[in-house]
């Protein structure tokens, strides 16, 4: 398994980030990788079934296709999600991303953050990783909903973001290599 790799935002220009407070050290970008035991098809197949991401999330708990959408570039689809401490939510999220066996993307609210999983092969299976950005519509968004507390929140996401994507990764290694 590769190391968790906490990232910024490439250099250059005024982001957002600047704009609204977000101090600099706060990481808009998580990501973490683990081999599997399955083909990448396998777990695209998996990954891409979005109707199943409710079995290994520890906060998306049940998400269905718009109808006649599915696992292609621009389909929606909706996640319900629930976390300590909020009252459970829904979100739309387009599909940025959808090459079988290679890698699966959506972005929540078409513009706000953008989830992915790539799939490589390696000795002994595929390496997955997924990964988590919040991008500058999410940051305007957050300043608009949460004001000076903006900053705190998306520090929130990433902590979010950086225990779920382990937890996620461990679940679908498990439901992976179980099914096998």
């Known amino acids: 398994m590769n190391s968790p790799q906490p990232s910024q935002p490439s ?8 704009i609204i407070g977000i101090p600099p050290e706060t990481p808009l970008t998580y990501s ?7 083909t990448p098809e396998a777990l695209y197949g998996m990954v891409c079934d979005i109707t199943r991401m409710g079995q290994w999330s520890p906060v998306t708990t049940s998400c269905w296709w718009d109808e006649g959408d599915g ?17 459970p939510w829904e979100t739309r999220c387009q599909v940025a991303a959808a090459d079988p066996g290679r890698e699966f993307a959506f972005i929540v609210g078409g513009t706000w953050a953008r989830w992915g ?14 990964s ?18 903006a900053a705190v929140q998306v520090r929130d996401r990433y902590e979010t973001a950086r225990q779920g994507i382990a937890a996620t990764l461990a679940a ?8 096998r």
Do not use: C
Request: glycine share 12%; proline share 8%; charged share 25%.
């Open 132 to 149: 988590w950005e919040m991008l500058p519509d999410g940051l305007e968004r957050f300043e608009q909903r949460f004001g000076d507390e």
């Open 32 to 38: 973490d990788s683990v081999v599997v035991a399955a």
């Open 117 to 130: 999983y790539t799939f490589a092969p390696v000795s002994g299976g595929t390496e997955v990783t997924e």
């Open 11 to 18: 250099p250059g220009g005024t982001t957002p980030r600047s």
């Open 71 to 87: 696992p292609e570039v621009g389909a929606w689809f909706t996640g319900r999600n629930e976390a300590p401490g909020r009252d």
């Open 172 to 179: 679908i290694r498990q439901a992976a290599e179980s099914s």
